[in-house]
């Protein structure tokens, strides 16, 4: 009935304290030798890229969309917002000059 709540929990099974200090200080030193490893080999430099890529894919699909909706909607004789036909004209002209 004596017992300390944070000690009992810190004293898991019977372990000594000691032990989960040198397992937690394994981890973070492992953990840290992993980052190196992984900063050494580019791996976050080609992670970067191919995201940059998803993002730009995903862009040009969206904008494709937006563009075939629009000329369904005109083709069915509906009148787009003036902002609508602004946005898809001048996306547009970026996506050409580029």
Request: hydrophobic share 40%; aromatic share 8%; charged share 25%.
């Amino acid at each position: 009935p004596d017992i300390d709540a944070g000690v009992a929990i810190l004293d898991m099974q019977g372990l000594p304290n000691s032990f989960f200090l040198r397992l937690g200080s394994a981890c973070f030193v492992l953990g840290g030798c992993m980052e190196l490893f992984m900063i050494k080999t580019g791996f976050y430099n080609s992670v970067t890229r191919n995201e940059a890529d998803k993002w730009e894919n995903s862009r040009e699909e969206a904008l494709r969309f937006r563009e075939e909706v629009a000329k369904r909607l005109t083709s069915q004789g509906v009148d787009l917002p003036d902002s609508l036909s602004q946005h898809l004209g001048s996306e547009n002209q970026v996506n050409k000059a580029t």
